[in-house]
């Protein structure tokens, strides 16, 4: 979701533009490192690579997640997830009988380290996919070394979308979106992007609550900024009004007088794009003064990891996701039940952590239907841009190779703190992610 | 798209004099371990923050045990306390000369403390209860108890800080002690006790601020971090050593801070950054801030 895309971890300041150096340079190398695909990179534990590919010879599979930094408490339910996945995969016999080989590498919540572990993954370790980076910082760091090695990277986390976009815009949308300059025939996204979570949503919210104007409060980077563009849309185009499009600086912590100029506004409802910890504190300072109860709170980014950690102050508060852990049915089922045998309870999943996890059992559906034997990198992607669906936890979930996007679900969820869960209040179904921000085929594939 | 100016009519404005000072005294709260540890000690410590995390993750053990919002209050300065204790033992003590090093030692120890905490409780954010919950009426205004409390707190503790280094022995001592610290072994004060207990009641007053705070923010390792720039500021505008500069820098950018941004609402962050441009404007002007040392050592 690109969020803390300047991720201020002890004090030193990553700069998108050093990052970018690094990877231009990494580049490099990695061609160097790569030229005979993945089974004959110099890895020391790689067995009779000679033995040109024979589908007994497991797929090794990276998996990038930060498990140290600012973005450890998401990680590491991300990178538990895949892990559950795979070895899912593994005792139900891998693909066609061929074992998936997890590397795990930390990203130290930094671009920096991201780098340097995605050269790792794909020159020493021989992965053919790797799953993972969460912000938008760190993405837009890493995706030109995944192009340049010719290796799939899926990224699981919702983004604000652009990066398969026209530049005439889409669909009659009038609001400005930035457009990411980054290559993405080679990176897959299985979370959701504005218009999944937005479109049916915000007419929804205004009919159920009677809401006519709305105070749009967010941090202040793309993310919010692109959702915000987009939910003006909606809101203008339902006949609603947007009172106030306000940002505070990442980490703002107090909300005193915001949450006065919120409340003289005179909305009906608050829509929040605050995140992290700022997000948090919003909202416990808004139940202290008695301001959640007094307007609809509503937002498409709280999960139940910031709404647990907001305890009472986030009751009632809604908000829109393809998943929420508390989902009915057997796919959810398995999910909670094996992470909670397999992790206890100390981390949350949340809807990326699920996108984490269906990921690699969508690589494996598409692996098994379409190329059992795949060993290099071309060849898992080849295998990835056929139309495939499985049930995910959140339900029906498909790839869409035209824009390398998934169709995703859409319903909201409101927080009951005394459960620590989402009630869903609605289902909205399957949504397509283009339009708006992805341009409707947009890969040609 | 942004709303305009505020149109304050009288409740209104109670009510932003109220956030004001409850902002006001959050950060002369927190900054008031930092007024002991680097303006009268002269240690530039960078775990100030790190003791103030550690101070609401005590708060949240204690309340997470069961026991009473007021118990949390008690024992985060007590353990916080200790903590400081340990640091000055091992680290501060042979550091009191060599202010760069201090520098970084105390990042090493914020670093630790941080790691700590995260072995300890986990990556998640924790929430801390207030030990009074509901609202109160005040100047017409529903206002949160915990909220106004926080302001009481920031009174008395500043009151109580003040009468100890004014009129207690040892508060004089440990200021004879910080002044000249040869001369006051000389006349016979145990000058590692001084330093040590003053050390130890700077930290403390750190980890009260963490438990003080923590019911209005997220509590996570590294929730300290912007706490510990604020409070240099706080202490190197209001003049460094001072309890009444610290008073005064916490007013003058605490209540800037919430004047521009009513003022201009919708450039939160353009309202903050000219906070930061008042502070460097008085930095210049004043060098040894709003209320400097008067009769000290140098």
Same mark, same amino acid.
């Given at each position: ?73 998401? &990680?590491?339910?991300? %990178? ?60 837009? @760091? ?58 049916? +949503? ?18 202040? +980077? ?5 959702? #915000? ?21 990442? &980490? ?8 006065? /100029? ?5 909305? /009906? ?25 007094? %307007?609809?709170?509503?937002? #498409? ?31 959810? /089922? ?22 984490? +996890?269906?990921?690699?059992?969508? %690589? ?17 992607? @080849? ?6 669906? %499985? ?8 790839? /869409? ?32 992610? +283009? ?11 | ?92 003590? !042979? ?190 002007? !004043? ?12």
């Amino acid at each position: 979701m690109g969020y803390e895309s300047s991720i201020e971890d002890h004090g030193r300041k990553l700069s998108r533009r050093n990052a970018l150096k690094m990877a231009g340079g990494a580049g490099i190398t990695g061609l160097a490192g790569c030229s005979g695909g993945s089974s004959s990179s110099g890895s020391s534990d790689s067995e009779s690579s000679e033995d040109s590919g024979t589908s007994d010879e497991p797929l090794t599979v990276g998996a990038l997640y930060a498990l140290s930094g600012s973005t450890e408490v998401i &990680g590491r339910p991300m %990178m538990n997830s895949t892990e559950l996945a795979i070895q899912q995969i593994n005792d139900a016999g891998g693909i066609n009988g061929r074992e998936i080989e997890l590397v795990k590498a930390d990203t130290a919540s930094a671009p920096q380290t991201g780098i340097e572990k995605s050269r790792q993954l794909i020159n020493r370790d021989g992965c053919s996919i790797v799953f993972g980076a969460y912000t938008s910082a760190m993405r837009n @760091a890493i995706t030109d070394i995944y192009v340049e090695n010719e290796v799939p990277l899926f990224y699981p986390t919702l983004y604000e979308g652009g990066v398969c976009r026209e530049i005439e815009g889409a669909e009659g949308f009038s609001g400005e979106i930035n457009i990411p300059e980054e290559s993405l025939e080679w990176v897959f996204f299985n979370g959701a992007v504005p218009k999944q979570q937005i479109q049916p +949503y915000i007419p929804w919210l205004m009919e159920e609550y009677d809401i006519s104007s709305f105070y749009l409060i967010g941090s202040d +980077y793309v993310w919010p900024h692109t959702t #915000n563009a987009v939910v003006d849309d909606f809101v203008q185009e339902n006949g609603g009004s947007i009172v106030a499009e306000d940002y505070v600086p990442l &980490g703002f912590t107090d909300w005193g007088s915001k949450l006065s /100029d919120i409340q003289s506004s005179g909305a /009906d409802a608050v829509y929040f794009t605050t995140v992290g910890t700022s997000m948090v504190e919003m909202l416990n300072q808004a139940g202290s003064v008695g301001l959640i109860d007094e %307007m609809v709170w509503a937002g #498409n980014i709280m999960s139940e990891q910031e709404a647990i950690a907001a305890g009472d102050a986030a009751d009632g508060v809604l908000t829109s996701a393809p998943y929420f852990t508390s989902l009915d049915g057997e796919a959810n /089922d398995e999910y909670i039940s094996s992470y909670e045998e397999a992790y206890g309870t100390d981390t949350t999943p949340n809807f990326v952590a699920e996108a984490s +996890y269906f990921g690699p059992h969508l %690589m494996a559906n598409a692996l098994t239907e379409h190329a059992p034997s795949a060993s290099s990198g071309a060849e898992v992607k @080849a295998a990835l841009e056929n139309p495939i669906s %499985m049930d995910a936890p959140q339900g029906t979930v498909s790839m /869409d190779p035209a824009t390398h996007h998934a169709t995703l679900q859409s319903r909201v969820g409101e927080f009951d703190a005394e459960s620590g869960a989402f009630e869903v209040l609605t289902e909205f179904g399957q949504i397509e992610p +283009y339009g708006i921000t992805v341009a409707e085929g947009c890969l040609d594939v | 798209m942004i709303s305009t100016l505020a149109t304050t009519i009288p409740l209104q404005l109670a009510d932003r004099v109220l956030i004001s000072l409850t902002s006001i005294s959050g950060l002369i709260l927190v900054a008031s371990g930092l007024t002991i540890i680097f303006g009268l000690m002269g240690v530039l410590n960078l775990a100030h923050g790190a003791l103030m995390m550690v101070g609401a993750y005590t708060a949240y053990a204690v309340q997470s045990a069961g026991f009473s919002p007021w118990l949390s209050i008690v024992i985060a300065p007590l353990v916080v306390g200790l903590v400081g204790v340990a640091m000055e033992v091992t680290l501060i003590r !042979r550091l009191y000369d060599r202010p760069l090093d201090t520098l970084l030692a105390t990042w090493g120890v914020a670093i630790v403390l941080q790691e700590a905490v995260t072995i300890a409780f986990g990556t998640s954010q924790k929430s801390v209860a207030p030990p009074m919950e509901g609202s109160i009426s005040l100047l017409g205004v529903t206002y949160p108890i915990h909220w106004a409390f926080i302001i009481v707190v920031a009174v008395v503790v500043m009151a109580i800080t003040i009468g100890l280094f004014a009129y207690t022995d040892i508060g004089i001592m440990a200021l004879a002690v910080i002044q000249d610290r040869e001369m006051a072994a000389a006349v016979g004060i145990n000058t590692r006790v001084s330093d040590r207990t003053t050390f130890a009641f700077g930290s403390a007053l750190a980890g009260l601020s963490g438990a003080i705070m923590a019911p209005l923010l997220s509590v996570n390792s590294t929730m300290g971090i912007s706490w510990l720039a604020d409070s240099f500021l706080v202490v190197i505008v209001g003049g460094i050593g001072t309890f009444t500069g610290t008073i005064a820098g916490g007013v003058l950018l605490g209540g800037l801070d919430n004047l521009f941004r009513t003022v201009i609402s919708g450039y939160t962050s353009i309202a903050q950054a000219a906070v930061l441009l008042v502070a460097l404007v008085i930095i210049r002007y !004043r060098p040894q801030g709003l209320v400097p040392t008067t009769g000290g050592g140098e």
